[in-house]
């Protein structure tokens, strides 16, 4: 089942980044086209540096994304961004319901289902977080949380709109720490939210969507990651903002180099 999925990495810049220093990853980030039938590749810098981002990218196979959204098209929402300005920069993905918006900023489930379905009314598609806290999963809770973070946030999507999205399942206490799940742990977890998927959302949605893994995701250990049967790539924070431990990344991601 997995050969049928191709690999994806994505880059979570988070609030890093200027103009000029997006414009200088994007040209210092060396890169075979060839690579990109291999492996799907996605920066989400901060939506001041998209512009630039995407136009350094640019023919080179690599999509970009935003980090949030509104849900809703237009309107009096200061400081927020809408999913047309998101198309209109050319990004094609969106992270929604990132850790670090759910705890800091309180994002409920359904504030986030909502952003998720507004997200597909636009033609963009949803990297969608879950994971557990340390306490929830000292606690056992880890299929608990997922599971309910998973059934509300994508509550009212089609089958056929999950098998295009993306999952990714990021522990709360691994993103930003250096110390990152066991494969083992992580694909336990997600072989667990695919069960789920299958079950929710139908065979054919379970098997086909991409369930990536996040947390302190680096060159040293992205091939473990990648021979786990269920994990199809990775979300990367830190290791992303360098251009070149983000290609060790990527090169880590195709099939066959684990
Ligand atoms: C993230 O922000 O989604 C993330 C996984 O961060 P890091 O790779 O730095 O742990």
């Known amino acids: 089942m997995k050969k049928l999925r191709k690999p994806i990495v994505a880059a979570n810049w988070k609030m890093y980044k200027t103009v000029s220093e997006g414009k200088s990853f994007a040209a210092e980030f060396s890169w075979e086209t060839s690579l990109a039938r291999e492996v799907e590749v996605v920066i989400c810098p901060p939506f001041t540096a998209l512009q630039v981002v995407g136009d350094g990218l640019k023919g080179k196979g690599i999509k970009w994304g935003g980090q949030n959204l509104y849900p809703s098209a237009e309107g009096a929402f200061t400081g927020e961004i809408s999913p047309l300005m998101l198309k209109d920069l050319g990004c094609t993905y969106v992270i929604l319901g990132h850790s670090e918006r759910r705890h800091l900023l309180g994002e409920t489930d359904e504030f986030i289902n909502q952003k998720v379905k507004v997200a597909f009314a636009h033609e963009l598609l949803p990297i969608f977080c879950v994971g557990e806290t340390l306490e929830q999963r000292e606690d056992g809770k880890t299929e608990e949380v997922c599971r309910r973070q998973l059934e509300h946030g994508l509550a009212g999507v089609k089958g056929a709109d999950l098998a295009r999205m993306v999952i990714a399942y990021e522990p709360v206490w691994a993103i930003g720490t250096g110390v990152?799940?066991?494969?083992?742990?992580?694909?336990?977890?997600?072989?667990?939210?695919?069960?789920?998927?299958?079950?929710?959302?139908?065979?054919?949605?379970?098997?086909?969507?991409?369930?990536?893994?996040?947390?302190?995701?680096?060159?040293?250990?992205?091939?473990?990651?990648?021979?786990?049967?269920?994990?199809?790539?990775?979300?990367?924070?830190?290791?992303?903002?360098?251009?070149?431990?983000?290609?060790?990344?990527?090169?880590?991601?195709?099939?066959?180099?684990?």
């Open 180 to 258: 990152n799940a066991s494969p083992e742990d992580a694909e336990k977890t997600i072989a667990f939210l695919r069960q789920v998927i299958s079950e929710q959302w139908g065979q054919e949605a379970g098997e086909a969507v991409r369930i990536q893994y996040g947390g302190s995701v680096k060159p040293q250990n992205i091939k473990e990651f990648m021979s786990c049967a269920n994990i199809d790539g990775v979300l990367v924070g830190g290791a992303s903002l360098k251009a070149d431990s983000f290609y060790e990344i990527v090169r880590g991601a195709r099939r066959g180099s684990e």
